[in-house]
Antibody
Framework: QVQLQQSGAELVKPGSSVKISCKASGYTFTSYDMHWIKQQPGNGLEWIGWIYPGNGNTKYNQKFNGKATLTADKSSSTAYMQLSSLTSEDSAVYFC????????WGQGTLVTVSS | DIVMTQGALPNPVPSGESASITCRSSKSLVYKDGKTYLNWFLQRPGQSPQLLTYWTSTRASGVSERFSGSGSGTYFTLKISRVRAEDAGVYYCQQVREYPYTFGAGTKLELK
């Protein structure tokens, strides 16, 4: 069965970077886009972008240009999102979700930015 | 960006009653292929969102027939029949008609 297993919670300092992962199993990793979604505490959902692991193509929400970088490692069927120059506004739960239609979601990774 | 505006529910909703959630988009979600790209999700407390319907009205695999999506253009509705305790949570609509994909702010369903 399809599973998306995300990495654990991160506590990081302002100004630093963090890389979170989403390990896929149960399907052909290179055949489906992987999307990333942000959810701040008590808030709604915000679409960050997607990566197509088959060729590395990406599409970003312009709001996250320069903030998020999406990559994928075909050998380990793992998608990654790096967040840079972190501020308190980046404290959130980040989800990966597979296309089409977001039927499959990871469990979420909590990123807390604090000194 | 397309703005998604969701309506509120008259919480709490009595168990066994029906509930309808509205979602309005600032632009038509009909694509040139004729499909209307509107998704509905339920997020239960502490869980990841769960896809309920896509293309406005196509129910996702395993989703109860009590959930039905409808609408066209810019106005959409998710109807939940015979509300049960497990339906409690926050419901989100999402447009995937154009980039950036955007979500509504969410509609909370509480049960009596």
């Amino acid at each position: 069965q399809v599973q998306l297993q995300q990495s654990g919670a991160e506590l990081v300092k302002p100004g630093s970077s963090v890389k979170i992962s989403c390990k896929a199993s149960g399907y052909t990793f290179t055949s489906y886009d992987m999307h990333w979604i942000k959810q701040q505490p008590g808030n709604g959902l915000e679409w960050i972008g997607w990566i197509y692991p088959g060729n590395g193509n990406t599409k970003y929400n312009q709001k996250f240009n320069g903030k998020a970088t999406l990559t994928a490692d075909k050998s380990s069927s793992t998608a990654y999102m790096q967040l840079s120059s972190l501020t308190s506004e980046d404290s959130a739960v980040y989800f990966c979700a597979r296309s089409p239609n977001y039927y499959y979601w990871g469990q979420g990774t909590l990123v807390t930015v604090s000194s | 960006d397309i703005v998604m505006t969701q309506g509120a529910l008259p919480n709490p909703v009595p168990s066994g009653e029906s509930a309808s959630i509205t979602c309005r988009s600032s632009k038509s979600l009909v694509y040139k292929d004729g499909k209307t790209y509107l998704n509905w999700f339920l997020q239960r407390p502490g869980q990841s969102p769960q896809l309920l319907t896509y293309w406005t009205s196509t129910r996702a695999s395993g989703v109860s027939e009590r959930f039905s999506g409808s609408g066209s253009g810019t106005y959409f509705t998710l109807k939940i029949s015979r509300v049960r305790a497990e339906d409690a949570g926050v419901y989100y609509c999402q447009q995937v008609r154009e980039y950036p994909y955007t979500f509504g702010a969410g509609t909370k369903l509480e049960l009596k």
